[in-house]
């Protein structure tokens, strides 16, 4: 299986800063990643596909990039909205893998 | 609009079998694959099964392979999660998930953009 590892497991930041989370594959998926935004109690929100487009709905500070096995989500300007867990995830092969989750806190 | 919503979660003994339902509204239900994915207390997510939109393909976590059965009717728009025995490490929030993309009785690798609620599993003695 494709092994995803996410940094850093914990952020802590302000209202306002520009944030930024890493996943990297054990092994090149392409283009094939995806974020998701997740809040307590709550299901996963679709953030990014295809690592960089942008879903529907979803504001335009929240922006993807890489290829291969190194990727990164971007919030250009954190909103108290934002605070929450995000999760990359690797749709190349079965099994799909998530990254182990990167919790954005109130600094 | 896409709705996703899971029952028969609950508490169970190890060694014992569950079925999660998870019933489906607002769109086209036999014409899109559908997936399991859980989530243990604190933990991250982890994919658990995928099947095609007729129920013809299926694939499996080697974490729950053997054990586990998903299946669907699409004449009652209903997936089901057939979980036999079962152990602590199962204990999770189990959501079904789709990516709405028609793939024509295929199971192709997918992201998700539409999750149910979830529905809480507990195994313990």
């Known amino acids: 299986d494709i092994q995803m590892t996410q940094s850093p497991s914990t952020l802590s930041a302000s209202v306002g800063d520009r944030v930024t989370i890493t996943c990297r594959a054990s092994q090149s998926i392409s283009g094939s990643l995806a974020w998701y935004q997740q809040k307590p109690g709550k299901a996963p929100k679709l953030l990014i596909y295809?690592?960089?487009s942008l879903e529907s709905g979803v504001p335009p500070r929240f922006s993807g990039s890489g290829s291969g096995t190194e990727f990164t989500l971007t919030i250009s300007s954190l909103q108290p909205d934002d605070f929450a867990t995000y999760y990359c995830?690797?749709?190349?092969?079965?099994?799909?893998?998530f990254g182990g989750g990167t919790k954005v806190e109130i600094k | 609009q896409v709705q996703l919503v899971e029952s028969g979660g609950g508490v169970v003994q190890p060694g014992r079998s569950l079925r999660l339902s998870c019933a489906a509204s607002?769109?086209?239900?036999?014409?899109?694959?559908m997936h399991w994915v859980r989530q243990a207390p604190g933990k991250g997510l982890e994919w658990v099964a995928v099947i095609s939109n007729d129920g013809s393909k299926k694939n499996y976590a080697d974490s729950v392979k053997g054990r586990f059965t998903i299946s669907r009717d699409n004449s009652k728009n209903t997936l089901y999660l057939q979980m036999n025995s079962l152990t602590v490490e199962d204990t999770a929030v189990y959501y079904c998930a789709m990516r709405a993309s028609y793939t024509a009785n295929d199971i192709p690798p997918s992201f998700f953009d539409y999750w149910g609620q979830g529905a809480l599993v507990t195994v313990s003695s």
């Open positions: 607002g769109f086209t239900f036999s014409s899109y694959g």
């Open positions: 295809k690592a960089s």
């Open positions: 995830q690797q749709y190349n092969s079965y099994s799909l893998t």
